[in-house]
């Protein structure tokens, strides 16, 4: 195993040990191209041993493509140097790419083949190691002023307040490695000064963990691994992930409740918040901000239970199957969306990539809420677009939700494409391919077209059934049909696509001008009714709401009704 610091140089003229030098830029251009960045931290090192044909061809092509990925390229040296086969060269190869460590060796390995491959170049690997240095418990000491002595308890107080607030606090500290020794502390601060003034114990104090008692027993090399310990880490995740489900479940409580009985679901986040705060402020030493953490964390939980049930009224099973299953999985496909665009190119260009992809949604959105209410009037009701009274916010309204179901897919294909890279499955483990982009984005709009037109159009079947059935029709995002009986107001009116339906009501969805659109039934010549639109001038007809008992009209009262003339 590694457990050295020692330092990897990248391969250079004067190092090489054979007649073979790499090519050199000859400008700043050419050096950025020949020599890119490695990828930033954290990332895995993965040491490779490789044999090249000893050819100074040979050996001058593998340095470049290496080098040229950013990886610390290299003659072996002490114990590394190994006997190869004839016409052989070793070379040590330092890989470094992001990711999980389960396959970051095979997938280094691979990535070194491939290159190889590609270039016909006469490379193989002989050895590879995951590097991972030694865990090392440290113990840190911070160094605060010393607090005061003399003085009112309130003055002290607000003393060592404006202490804490001018940033007095923490200016300098020393981490020693072991267990906590103050005494090896105090000395290690009084040996030098960093230019900040040496330590005084007259006006400053160190602040860190008491030293353990004489008779306390070694605790284990954190690098050896036990089952004991793996086996309690298992189960202080499960008992937390425990209590933060009990917490979203005391706030659907409290939701469903509705007597003052429903506030006791608020005590076991309480009684939760002290072990929540311990567990993610192990850093915080004082009891009273991890208590504070604990509380947010906890109610946090109560309150998306509460959040849940009242946006979906879900029952107390439907809850918990949802914070064991729903909750884990939305966590997992963010993270791994997380994996797929951090680093990435979309990472590196989002401060100008992001508002390029804001700046047509306040016209695509309309349009597209455009494109739905078409479909439900014109092709469901064969009533114009521009005839009925929407607004501007409901277009957007309409075309929200398949834009954000259209989403939530596209975030789907991003988080298992982040997962294969973060696990290694590519044969490359770098940014995601480029071609993924414009797949995305296709995939992205088909999606969402797909969703608006078929939810448009099954809206608008259940509003005409709806209407054939003597019912109001449910309203299609702010835009509401009513049933309304139509009284002519002359004996002679013109109709388009008449005549008018004297004993039905017609569905009408509003006038934006001096015509309205309804649509009704209308007899054929073989005595059967169809249902199609008709337009009238508002001036000439007289609406009225049917009779409570369903969609009948009154006909009788007032004498029989005037005829209307059909306009063709």
């Known amino acids: 195993m590694f457990t050295g610091h ?156 404006t202490w804490r607030l001018d940033g007095s606090h923490g200016r300098q500290a020393v981490s020693l490695p072991g267990p906590p020794n103050r005494a090896a502390a105090l000395a290690e601060m009084g040996r030098y000064d960093m230019g900040g003034g040496r330590f005084d114990p007259a006006v400053s104090a160190l602040h860190g963990p008491p030293d353990p008692p004489d008779d306390a027993e070694d605790e284990p090399d954190p690098s050896t691994p036990a089952a004991d310990r793996h086996l ?48 993610f402020g192990r850093s915080v030493r004082s009891r009273w901000r991890r208590l504070g953490l604990g509380l947010a964390l906890a109610y946090a939980g109560s309150y998306s239970g509460y959040l849940l049930m009242a946006v979906f009224p879900l029952g107390v099973g439907e809850l918990l199957l949802f914070s064991l299953v729903g909750f884990p999985l939305a966590v997992t496909l963010l993270v791994g969306v997380w994996y797929a665009l951090v680093p990435s190119w979309f990472s590196r260009n989002a401060s100008w990539f992001v508002p390029l992809l804001a700046l047509p949604l306040p016209v695509v959105l309309p349009w597209f ?6 479909v439900y009037l014109t092709y469901g009701f064969h009533i114009p677009f521009d005839a009925t009274p929407v607004t501007k916010y409901s277009l957007i309204y309409a075309a929200f939700k398949p834009v954000a179901l ?50 448009a159009g099954s809206a608008m079947m259940n509003a005409a059934d709806a209407v054939r ?10 835009l509401r049909g009513k049933l309304m009986c139509v009284r002519p107001l002359s004996d002679d009116i013109a109709v388009y696509n008449g005549p008018l339906p004297r004993r039905r009501a017609v569905l009408t969805f509003g006038s934006t001008g001096d015509r309205i659109w309804l649509w009704g039934p209308q007899p054929t010549k073989d005595g059967a009714e169809v249902w199609t639109s008709m337009s009238v001038r508002l001036e000439d007809v007289a609406l009225t709401a049917p009779r409570a008992s369903g969609s009948t009209c009154a006909t009788g009262a007032g004498g029989p009704q005037p005829s209307s003339t059909p306009v063709p």
């Open 6 to 161: 020692a330092q990897l140089r990248t391969v250079t003229s004067a190092a090489l040990p054979w007649a073979c030098r790499p090519r050199h830029p000859t400008n700043q251009a050419d050096s950025e191209e020949a020599m890119p960045s490695p990828p930033s931290p954290p990332f895995h090192r993965v040491r490779i041993l490789a044999e090249v044909t000893d050819h100074p061809d040979e050996l001058t092509l593998a340095t470049d493509l290496l080098s040229g990925q950013g990886w610390a390229v290299r003659a072996p040296e002490g114990q590394e140097l190994v006997t190869v086969g004839p016409r052989r060269r070793p070379l040590i190869i330092e890989v470094r790419l992001r990711g999980a460590p389960q396959r970051a060796r095979k997938a280094a390995v691979r990535q070194v083949e491939h290159i190889a491959a590609g270039a016909r170049l006469g490379l193989w690997v002989r050895h590879s190691q995951l590097l991972r240095p030694e865990r090392e418990r440290r113990t840190e000491y911070v160094v605060i002023p010393k607090p005061p002595t003399d003085g009112r308890p309130f003055a002290r107080w607000l003393l060592r307040l």
């Open 232 to 279: 309690s880490l298992a189960l202080v995740v499960a008992r937390h992930l425990a209590a933060w489900l009990i917490c979203v479940l005391s706030g659907g409580v409290l939701r469903s409740v509705d007597s003052h009985w429903g506030l006791a679901a608020l005590l076991p986040p309480l009684a939760l918040a002290l072990p929540l705060g311990n567990l």
């Open 369 to 374: 809420g455009t494109l739905l209410y078409t």
């Open 406 to 455: 259209a989403s939530g897919f596209a975030l789907v294909a991003l988080g298992i494409a982040g997962w294969a890279r973060h696990l290694h499955w590519r044969e490359r483990s770098g940014d995601l391919p480029t071609f993924l982009l414009p797949i995305v984005a296709v995939q992205y709009v088909v999606t969402a077209l797909a969703f608006g037109i078929l939810g």
């Open 469 to 478: 059935d003597g019912h109001t029709p449910a309203g299609y995002y702010g």
